[in-house]
């Protein structure tokens, strides 16, 4: 009983949260923390992403990440891709996207290496509360010189305002952990 109460009561206080639905439309900042486990490299950096809904139903998205990895390494990300997005119920949204992903390593000795690929991801937006979004995904990353990596992500967003939000949030793989704190502006709706 308490149970479906509390179910039931989660449902009733989300549903005002997203009665207009969810936002695929925002400029995103990323502080992101990262740790590289098969060969013990830790680092952070900084990334600018963003999402546009072209429609309803679809989007695009497109993120740039630099880090500084441990030993004087730096990695630059660029992602760009398309998504689509589906209420499945007032306060729950599915997603699939697929993206084109571009890495470059520099090494402190000069050297350089990079790597391109394919990114498969599909996830959940959950209105829990008129402030507050919980979200979980999966990821397959495929690069052409490094293989398949598969990531589950999870997170939680608070809306300060309809157009200011906070998120914290994580990904882990077999290969690499990272863990993110961002700020982001929603535009539209």
Known sequence: MFRSSLISLLLVTSAAASAEGFNYTFLQLDYKVIEIDDVNIDGDGFGLSGSFAINPDWFLFGAYEAAGLDFGIDATTIIAGIGH?????????????????????????????????????????????????????????????????????????????????????????????????????????
């Open 85 to 189: 997005n589906t209420a499945l119920s007032r306060v729950l949204d599915a997603y699939a996207r697929v993206s084109y992903q571009y890495v470059d390593w520099e090494f402190p000795n000069g050297g350089s290496d990079d790597d391109n690929g394919l990114g498969l991801g599909v996830g959940v937006r959950f209105a829990a509360g008129e402030r507050f979004e919980l979200n979980a995904g999966l990821d397959y990353n495929y690069f052409s010189d490094d293989g398949g990596d598969l990531a589950l992500s999870a997170g939680a967003r608070f809306n300060f305002k309809r157009a200011l939000s906070l998120g914290l949030g994580g990904s882990w793989s077999d290969d690499v952990s990272s863990y993110t704190l961002d700020g982001r502006i929603n535009f539209g709706q």
